[in-house]
C-alpha cells in the first residue's frame, strides 16, 4: 500500500493527499512529488528527517 502523504496545492491553497506520489531522496532529504487530487496541479513537499 503506497504511503499517503500530504502537501500544500498552491492552486487549491489547500492542503491535499498527493496522489500518484513517488518519493526521491534529494542530498539527503526525502522529497514527496505527486500532483492534486482535485486540480491536478503538481506538488512537491519535502519530508521532515526522523
Ligand atoms: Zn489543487
Do not use: D, Q, S, W
Request: charged share 35%; glycine share 8%; proline share 4%.
Amino acid at each position: 500500500m503506497p504511503e499517503e502523504v500530504k502537501g500544500y496545492c498552491v492552486k487549491c491553497k489547500a492542503e491535499r493527499v498527493i496522489k500518484n506520489v513517488k518519493i526521491t531522496e534529494v542530498a539527503g532529504r526525502r522529497v514527496a512529488k505527486g500532483v492534486c487530487p482535485v486540480c491536478g496541479a503538481e506538488i512537491t513537499h519535502f519530508l521532515k528527517k526522523k
